[in-house]
């Protein structure tokens, strides 16, 4: 069985608090009153999870950036981090990566703190797993951090992008600086499944030409 949640973390932005709540409320929800579904508990809302700020993009649809700024938009494909918004004072990418490092940081140490807490109290209960409600950008930027994979390959590939609800599935070992393995979390069918399956972190960082970095 899937270990219990024992954490929860959630974006400020309406629209991420929104589906915590849904999910929540599934999880509390009497029709799942049995051994395989618990009550989330309440969520820190951390700042540093909200999505990717896109300053004079924001709000905008894509064709009208591409037709209006058609030279950032180029660089945005071509090299996302050495994207400029804000006339040129603001690198939305970078920014976005330097919050997913400080999330890491702030989630894992918690993480820590905790489980010397629960071992003061002779809690010997299994150590649980940690929900992480996020976006799409920001969420790439954690996964391909928890990997140990370079910035270089943000936006680079679908295989670290992250559709509308989607859930990735992370296993850490305890201080590592990279995770073990990871997975999409969700098979809607038996043909996908087989994208569902356990990753290893060390296989994964290879096939993206063995860029790494450091947390």
């Not at 938009?73 to 603001?90: E, Y």
């Not at 010397?116 to 940690?130: L, M, Q």
């Not at 559709?163 to 990279?178: R, S």
Request: net charge neutral; aromatic share 8%.
């Amino acid at each position: 069985a899937a270990p219990a949640i024992i954490q929860t973390w959630c974006s400020p932005l309406t629209r991420c608090r929104q589906t915590y709540a849904a999910i929540s409320g599934c999880c509390s929800s009497k029709q799942n009153d049995n051994d395989n579904h618990h009550p989330l508990p309440n969520p820190t809302i951390h700042t540093d999870l909200r999505e990717i700020e896109l300053c004079e993009w924001q709000n905008r649809l894509r064709q009208e950036i591409i037709d209006e700024d058609s030279y950032n938009w180029n660089v945005f494909k071509r090299d996302p981090k050495m994207l400029r918004l804000n006339n040129g004072k603001f690198a939305p990418v970078l920014d976005c990566w330097d919050r997913g490092l400080k999330n890491w940081n702030a989630i894992r140490s918690n993480n820590a703190a905790s489980l010397v807490e629960r071992k003061k109290s002779n809690n010997n209960e299994e150590v649980g797993a940690i929900f992480i409600m996020c976006h799409g950008a920001i969420g790439q930027c954690m996964l391909l951090q928890a990997l140990g994979i370079d910035i270089d390959m943000y936006g680079k590939s679908r295989r670290y992008a992250f559709d509308n609800c989607e859930c990735i599935e992370i296993e850490w070992a305890d201080e590592d600086e990279c995770s073990v393995r990871w997975r999409r979390a969700h098979a809607p069918d038996m043909e996908s499944s087989k994208k569902f399956k356990w990753q290893s972190t060390s296989a994964s960082r290879m096939a993206s030409g063995g860029l790494s970095c450091s947390r």
